[in-house]
């Protein structure tokens, strides 16, 4: 994808079939699949270890054991797959092998004896790993003569072929022209087309028991289909389907918004197709005063959220504009109903609440000793807790902190990175939920409420966030013929306000000399013309304006 050349960074994991050829003459049909490594995309690692029998833990001897390599070291072992430790980059000066060994033991727990040390640049040490491929990784078990059963990894819609799935085959085969059930809708499709990724799409006669391909059944609807599902035969069904994946738990939610209402359709067909690719998003319809018809959607994490709004601007040619991300917090109502608020807008006045739970997340980060100081401050800053401090050699320390969510979806992972110049890792899973004490901020503008600029804050930071908000609103809105009230209200409570002053015309320019009296007449009139405009005059907040306001990073 053009995003990840950009970025430098995995997205999506791809699947691929190579041919080994081994000293001895052996030939081995090897199908590999690259994963992601940021955590927003540890759905695509889970989804990808299911269908695997063995993985290759790459380790860059230059940088040691990141924050990611650990969280997916873990996803791993809990799949009991066989895991190959790989030392790559050994060619560099600055390699510590003997320090990333130590690191493999005493941070992940594997035996690092057995490491391969490999330099990809150069090409050392590939044969050794395809070597290692054949004879540690076990090959898949399957019986061919079974009745179908197949789990589909991944699926993309195509203009003219419709839905294509990716599917991983555990049970006999799949051949063009046979008649596939589609075991959760129980809908029969037809097999029109079947291949691999070499990694160009190529078409092959059929999929056979363990190997990886695409299929196309000209699926249309875009609901037929759900990663994780099983394809076995229409005539002849499996008795024991494939359990699943784990549904993904979205973290962090914004409002998707296309800049023109009239491109609403287009939005919902957008999310529904990008859907099927990425089964980690949810969305529903919302509206909002302010933006017009959108959708409330949810994301694994920021960076989920950001990749998902340039697809669909790039993919689809939309015109987005997005409200500011929040959580999920749990409200306990004074009937002791307990509801669950992703909205800032669908917050209830306090007085029908007893009580607010925030999410918690456990945060790992991977650091060179000379950052810790300026980590442990911005750690504090975010309400954070310290779990543990570790040493893990070569000057590397593993912090580990419990951190409240709403901290650090917003720009915590760029601060991050600015003060430990780019080379600490991170990494976090959720906690569960506590207490917390958070106030609900309203913006209005000449006393309207704008809706999508609501947001929910802890009570003793909400005065200076709505603050820095209300005076960057003061810079964004352009000056009206008018004086434009910009306010930030806790319930009925202004706590800020900000002016945007009115467009002042010189009325007395063609006044040449004569008494003073006949400016002041002058004045008094555009006075009281401006306070007639102010009663009916409407704010009207450029788009420009919003994205600045709602911009996440600033």
Not at 27 to 53: K, M, W
Not at 191 to 200: D, L
Not at 327 to 340: H, P, Q
Request: hydrophobic share 40%; aromatic share 6%; charged share 25%.
């Amino acid at each position: 994808m053009d995003l990840e050349r950009e970025r430098g960074i995995t997205i999506k994991a791809r699947a691929v079939r190579t041919t080994y050829r081994a000293p001895n003459g052996s030939s081995y049909q090897l199908n590999l699949i690259d994963t992601p490594g940021h955590v927003d995309f540890n759905y695509e690692v889970s989804r990808s270890l299911a269908a695997c029998e063995g993985v290759l833990l790459l380790v860059d001897v230059a940088q040691g054991v990141e924050a990611q390599t650990i969280a997916n070291a873990h996803l791993a072992l809990e799949h009991d797959l066989t895991m190959i430790p790989i030392l790559n980059k050994i060619d560099l000066p600055s390699a510590d092998i003997e320090g990333t060994k130590q690191q493999i033991k005493d941070v992940i727990g594997l035996d690092p004896s057995d490491a391969l040390r490999v330099s990809a640049k150069k090409g050392d040490g590939i044969a050794d790993v395809l070597e290692a491929i054949v004879s540690r990784i076990p090959a898949p078990q399957g019986d061919a003569r079974s009745p179908l059963k197949a789990l589909i990894m991944d699926s993309w819609f195509d203009d003219y072929q419709g839905v294509i799935v990716l599917t991983r085959v555990i049970d006999g085969a799949i051949t063009p022209g046979l008649k596939l059930r589609i075991v959760s809708t129980g809908k029969v499709v037809t097999v029109g087309e079947v291949g691999i990724f070499t990694p160009k799409r190529e078409k092959c006669d059929g999929l056979h028991t363990g190997e990886v391909g695409y299929v196309v059944c000209g699926i249309k609807r875009v609901g037929d289909i759900t990663i994780g599902d099983t394809l076995t035969e229409a005539d002849r069904p499996t008795a024991n389907p494939c359990p699943g994946y784990r549904e993904p738990k979205p973290m962090v939610f914004c409002g998707l918004y296309s800049s023109d209402t009239e491109y609403f359709e287009d939005l919902r067909d957008a999310l529904e197709k990008l859907r099927l690719n990425d089964a980690s998003i949810r969305y529903e319809p919302e509206s909002s005063l302010a933006l017009g018809f959108g959708f409330r959607c949810g994301f694994l994490g920021l960076l989920h959220m950001e990749i998902i709004q340039e697809r669909l601007e790039r993919e689809y040619g939309l015109d987005l504009i997005s409200t500011t991300p929040t959580v999920v917090y749990k409200v306990t109502l004074t009937d002791n109903t307990i509801i669950e608020v992703d909205n800032p807008t669908n917050l209830p006045d306090p007085h029908h609440m007893l009580s607010v739970e925030e999410p918690y997340v456990d945060a790992t980060i991977m650091t060179p000793e000379a950052y810790v100081g300026p980590l442990l401050a911005l750690c504090q800053e975010r309400r954070g807790t310290q779990n543990s401090l570790t040493y893990t050699g070569i000057g590397r320390i593993m912090l580990s902190y419990r951190l409240p969510l709403n901290e650090i979806v917003l720009d915590f992972y760029d601060r991050l990175k600015s003060c430990t110049q780019g080379y600490a890792s991170f990494d976090y899973e959720f906690a569960g939920y506590q207490a917390a004490s958070v106030v609900k901020v309203d913006i209005l503008l000449n006393g309207e409420t704008v809706d999508a600029l609501s947001f929910i804050a802890p009570r003793d930071v909400a005065p200076f966030r709505a603050r820095r908000l209300a005076e960057r609103m003061k810079k964004e809105i352009p000056q009206q013929l008018y004086e434009v009230a910009i306010q930030a209200a806790i319930g009925h409570k202004i706590i800020v306000r900000e002016t945007v002053k009115a467009l002042r015309k010189d009325v007395t320019a063609k006044c040449y000399g004569g008494d003073i009296t006949r400016k002041r007449k002058l004045w008094a009139k555009q006075k009281e013309g401006k306070k007639r405009m102010k009663q009916m005059g409407r704010v009207t907040i450029p788009q420009q304006a919003f994205l600045a306001l709602l911009r996440i990073n600033d």
